[in-house]
């Protein structure tokens, strides 16, 4: 274990480093209201363990340049966070191939998010205690104790390393560990999801001109794939309720953000009075209240319930990380909409797509799912 902190000793542990591909990293930093400081960067070739000072060496862009060389691999424990840390340090636009100790062992076991300790108990059986997880790592100089605490936390990964490659090997899952970490830390956000009329459950008690609202709110929020952040859709029954004919009147409703009034008042209100006066009555078709469950609905929440279980045992991955609920739920609904299971597949993409959709295929063709009708 060496602490880098000065020009010198750095460029004498890039000549060490520079004879390796994979290197085991973690770091540590302090995070406050005002942001995230780096404060130190353990890296390792596989022997020794430097400690680098990111505070007091401001410029580590030649340590980038080769722990970010063509061909690398980092190895890390849960590197969600240390990731973007370590690019702004190198410079660099995006990492070399990552492999998460964490993220691989949740795809090879039941467990998701296990700790560094555990694991290391797990595999290696050694046993380790926390003690300055809690300390103050901008303190200057950095306390013999504190840098060996930090050193452990790369100390074992080439073990680490080492058997779980072994058993990705062996489950043929090398490349679904890489391509599963790329996705953690760069997630990409749901696509939009259309308005419909069945996204408003009391839209069955409006009247002629408020349905016609309505409609038309949606077909407005659809055509500009709005953030429903920015304009909540919730806002939509209680505008087609009232039906405004001013931007102040659309402004006194509390549903209506006031950034929302603001932005888009006046189009709005013309597509409002468009749609009221355009509405007629004789083209009026009721809308039936939607029903608060079925027990076709429980019945699919039940299958997806088992399949999810039953997959990712036979898969020997963690559902929360193979199957996420707020996936699963995505699935069901896909299916709802036509009973087709291709439906709920096609929610499935990239690493997931490729990991789980025969097994899922197969299980369905033991236990059909029930019509969600």
């Given at each position: 274990?060496?602490?880098i902190?000065?020009?010198?000793?750095?460029?004498?542990?890039?000549?060490?480093?520079?004879?390796?591909?994979?290197?085991f990293?973690?770091?540590?930093?302090?995070?406050?209201?005002?942001?995230?400081?780096?404060?130190l960067?353990?890296v390792?070739?596989?022997?020794?363990i430097?400690?680098?000072?990111?505070?007091?060496?401001?410029?580590?862009?030649?340590?980038?340049?080769?722990?970010?060389?063509?061909?690398?691999?980092?190895?890390?424990?849960?590197?969600?966070?240390d990731?973007?840390l370590?690019?702004?340090?190198?410079?660099?636009?995006?990492p070399?191939?990552?492999?998460?100790?964490?993220?691989?062992w949740?795809l090879?076991?039941?467990?998701a998010s296990v700790?560094l300790a555990?694991?290391?108990?797990?595999?290696?059986k050694?046993?380790?205690?926390k003690?300055?997880?809690?300390?103050?790592?901008k303190?200057?100089p950095?306390?013999?104790?504190?840098?060996?605490?930090?050193?452990s936390?790369?100390?074992?990964?080439p073990?680490l390393y080492?058997?779980?490659?072994?058993?990705?090997?062996?489950?043929?899952?090398?490349?679904?560990?890489?391509d599963a970490?790329?996705?953690?830390?760069?997630?990409?956000?749901d696509p939009?999801?259309?308005l419909?009329?069945?996204?408003?459950?009391?839209?069955?008690?409006?009247?002629?001109?408020?349905?016609?609202?309505?409609?038309a709110?949606?077909?407005w929020?659809?055509?500009?794939q709005?953030?429903?952040?920015?304009?909540?859709s919730?806002?939509?029954?209680a505008?087609a309720?009232r039906?405004p004919?001013?931007?102040?009147d659309?402004s006194?409703?509390?549903?209506?953000p006031?950034?929302?009034?603001?932005?888009?008042g006046?189009?709005?209100v013309?597509?409002?009075?468009?749609?009221?006066?355009?509405a007629?009555?004789?083209d009026?078709v009721?809308?039936?209240?939607?029903?608060?469950?079925t027990?076709?609905e429980?019945?699919?929440?039940?299958?997806?319930a088992m399949m999810?279980a039953e997959?990712?045992?036979?898969?020997?991955?963690?559902?929360?990380?193979?199957?996420?609920?707020?996936?699963t739920r995505?699935?069901?609904r896909?299916?709802?909409?036509?009973?087709?299971?291709?439906?709920?597949?096609?929610?499935?993409?990239?690493?997931?797509?490729?990991l789980?959709s025969?097994?899922?295929?197969?299980?369905?063709?033991?236990?059909?799912?029930?019509?969600?009708?």
């Open positions: 274990m060496q602490l902190d000065d020009a010198r000793g750095l460029d004498e542990a890039i000549e060490d480093l520079s004879t390796g591909k994979t290197f990293i973690d770091t540590e930093f302090e995070s406050t209201k005002a942001g995230t400081t780096l404060c960067i353990q390792s070739a596989g022997r020794e430097y400690l680098v000072d990111a505070l007091r060496l401001r410029d580590l862009t030649s340590l980038g340049d080769v722990v970010a060389a063509r061909r690398a691999t980092w190895v890390l424990h849960a590197g969600v966070q990731v973007p370590l690019c702004r340090a190198f410079d660099l636009e995006s070399p191939d990552i492999f998460d100790t964490q993220i691989a949740g090879m076991s039941a467990e700790s555990y694991l290391q108990y797990k595999l290696l050694l046993r380790s205690m003690t300055h997880q809690a300390d103050d790592w303190r200057r950095l306390p013999r104790a504190q840098q060996a605490y930090a050193a936390d790369v100390e074992h990964l073990e080492d058997q779980l490659m072994d058993q990705a090997e062996a489950l043929d899952r090398v490349d679904v560990i890489f970490t790329d996705d953690a830390l760069d997630p990409q956000p939009p999801t259309p419909n009329l069945d996204s408003f459950r009391n839209a069955w008690q409006l009247d002629t001109p408020s349905q016609a609202v309505l409609r709110l949606i077909e929020f659809n055509e500009r709005l953030d429903p952040k920015a304009v909540p919730k806002a939509f029954l505008i309720s039906v004919r001013s931007v102040s659309l006194r409703i509390k549903a209506v006031h950034r929302v009034a603001k932005l888009h006046q189009e709005l013309a597509l409002i009075k468009r749609a009221a006066a355009d007629d009555g004789r009026f009721e809308i039936e209240p939607s029903a608060y469950a027990f076709g429980v019945r699919a929440d039940g299958w997806f999810r997959v990712c045992a036979e898969l020997q991955v963690a559902p929360e990380l193979a199957l996420p609920g707020r996936l995505l699935m069901r896909g299916y709802q909409q036509r009973n087709r299971l291709g439906d709920a597949l096609e929610m499935l993409s990239g690493w997931r797509a490729d789980l025969k097994t899922i295929e197969r299980f369905a063709e033991r236990v059909p799912p029930p019509s969600a009708v």
